[in-house]
């Protein structure tokens, strides 16, 4: 799976978010390509971002860096941890959810 913008590794840290933890990546609904956060996408992509609608949190758009595997938004919003192979998640990434789900 491609992860675009300012990748510092190959499990999805990034300049901006690249702790032990930050193993997520989020496809934008405006491109539908995933980014490491929203200012990789801010200073990588030639368009406005726009968020998830509610009723389409079933579709696959968080990536787990760790293991490579895509979750619902629903399944990600529900949990700390990657349900495929136990990775942890940055937990104050619920501080940026608006930015990617409306």
Same mark, same amino acid.
């Given at each position: 799976? $491609? %992860?675009?913008?300012?990748? %510092?590794?190959?499990?999805?840290?990034? @300049?901006? /978010?690249?702790? *032990? %933890?930050?193993? !997520?990546?989020? $496809? +934008? $609904? =405006?491109?539908?390509? /995933?980014? #490491?956060? &929203?200012? =990789?996408?801010?200073?990588?992509?030639?368009? *406005? #971002?726009?968020?998830?609608?509610?009723?389409?949190?079933?579709?696959?758009? %968080?990536?787990?860096? !760790? =293991?490579?595997? *895509?979750?619902? @938004?629903?399944? /990600?919003?529900?949990?700390?941890?990657?349900?495929?192979?136990?990775?942890? +998640?940055? *937990?104050?990434?619920?501080?940026?959810? &608006?930015?990617?789900?409306?």
């Amino acid at each position: 799976m $491609k %992860v675009f913008g300012s990748t %510092v590794d190959a499990q999805t840290r990034c @300049i901006h /978010y690249r702790t *032990e %933890v930050d193993v !997520v990546a989020m $496809k +934008f $609904k =405006c491109c539908l390509r /995933y980014y #490491p956060c &929203h200012l =990789c996408h801010a200073e990588d992509a030639d368009h *406005e #971002p726009e968020t998830w609608p509610r009723d389409e949190w079933g579709q696959p758009a %968080v990536l787990c860096g !760790v =293991c490579t595997s *895509e979750m619902a @938004i629903s399944a /990600y919003l529900g949990t700390t941890s990657c349900p495929s192979c136990g990775a942890r +998640f940055n *937990e104050r990434c619920a501080a940026h959810a &608006h930015l990617y789900f409306g």
